[in-house]
């Protein structure tokens, strides 16, 4: 099936915005079932690989909200992070809420209806790395949500080593560097205090919907274990493991094109997410 994008901001309730891309099958007259695909931290919707496996899921039958969160940074240019003062001030909590936000604007508004989704109060959701965290802490509290997967998910939000923290204590802030722009990126300390608050092993344990977790087996930012923790916190999960895989799965940005990794997640998540006609699940 030839797929179509349609872009729109989603309000948030303090005047800030969610930029939010629908990919969707053009012949397909049914209403759509619905995936919400959450990125990670320092990551955005227009990053690398989400918008190509976006639409390659979308072709074979099904909707993909790819949306940023609203404190990632992204300013007017797609992907480019020029608001550090949105970014110094997420939070953990912000984007769980923000991921809320989405699901109301695709549940009640317009915008779905017109889009043709098949919502009814049903979601499946997929988050990569940090976005896999606010996935779990969503779905442990939002019936909305009948399906999860974490893509190298982070089983815990205490990132930073004890001489980052200790640092950052001293001069009031943390500083975060982004490998691929050279930019040091500002982010308050807040991130800290809220990041201890969440239980995400509490959160997994209340998942009782059908859950898929996605592990890279040479991930140097959320190591192999962490994805086996999340699949035995998770009562009946799947767990899958992509040998020799980093962290985006050999994806870079801009998209260089498909790797082995990156096909074999895509074959995951076709097999696992509900299409017309059949429904999702393991």
């Known amino acids: 099936m030839s797929v179509r994008r349609l872009s729109t901001r989603v309000p948030c309730p303090d005047g800030l915005s969610l930029g939010l891309d629908l990919y969707r099958p053009v012949e397909a007259a049914a209403p759509l079932p619905v995936t919400v695909l959450c990125h990670g931290f320092k990551g955005f919707k227009d990053w690398g690989c989400w918008p190509p496996l976006a639409e390659r899921l979308a072709a074979t039958g099904r909707a993909l909200a790819v949306f940023d969160f609203s404190h990632n940074g992204v300013g007017e240019r797609p992907g480019e992070i020029e608001r550090l003062d949105l970014f110094a001030r997420q939070t953990v909590s912000r984007h769980v809420a923000d991921l809320g936000t989405l699901l109301d604007f695709l549940d009640t508004s317009g915008f779905a209806r017109e889009a043709g989704l098949q919502c009814a109060r049903r979601f499946n959701v997929v988050g990569h790395s940090l976005g896999g965290s606010v996935v779990l802490l969503r779905a442990a509290d939002d019936g909305r949500i009948t399906q999860v997967t974490t893509l190298n998910g982070c089983a815990h939000l205490e990132r930073f080593g004890a001489a980052e923290v200790e640092r950052a204590r001293a001069t009031g802030r943390l500083v975060v560097h982004n490998a691929r ?61 992509v040998p020799g895989a980093d962290h985006v799965f050999g994806a870079r940005h801009p998209f260089a094109g498909w790797t082995p990794a990156l096909e074999l997640v895509a074959r995951e998540l076709d097999a696992f997410l509900p299409h017309l006609g059949r429904l999702g699940g393991i």
Request: negative net charge; charged residues 25%; without cysteine.
């Open 181 to 241: 722009t050279g930019q040091d990126l500002p982010l308050e300390l807040g991130w800290l205090d809220d990041a201890r608050r969440h239980d995400l092993e509490g959160a997994a344990t209340q998942i009782f919907v059908p859950a898929l977790v996605v592990q890279s087996g040479a991930d140097e930012s959320v190591p192999e274990a962490e994805g086996r923790q999340i699949a035995a916190w998770i009562p009946g999960s799947r767990l899958v493991t």
